[in-house]
């Protein structure tokens, strides 16, 4: 049985503002500048906007992964 709990003032500050995507260990938006709504299930109500990463973002981050790993910390 699940339990529904009010969303903290605290959490929601922390909450406002769109989420990025982290590639290349940079926050940036997503290609497409998309984005889709995180919703608290018990009340409805949007706590948030992510971004929307698609294949240009995913391209992204394998090309920095590939770095790390070849040419970074990772090849050691």
């Known amino acids: 049985m699940a ?4 969303v903290t003032e ?7 503002g769109p989420r990025s995507l982290l ?3 940079e926050w940036v938006t997503s290609a497409s ?3 889709f709504e995180t919703v608290d299930p018990a ?12 294949v240009e973002d995913v391209d992204r981050a394998v090309a920095a992964a590939r770095r790390a790993l070849e040419d ?3 090849s050691k």
């Open 43 to 54: 009340t409805g109500e949007v706590l948030v906007h992510v971004a929307q990463g698609g």
């Open 33 to 35: 500048g998309a984005t």
């Open 10 to 16: 605290s959490a929601r500050r922390s909450l406002s």
């Open 23 to 25: 590639i290349d260990g």
């Open 72 to 74: 970074g910390p990772w």
């Open 3 to 6: 339990i529904a709990v009010p």
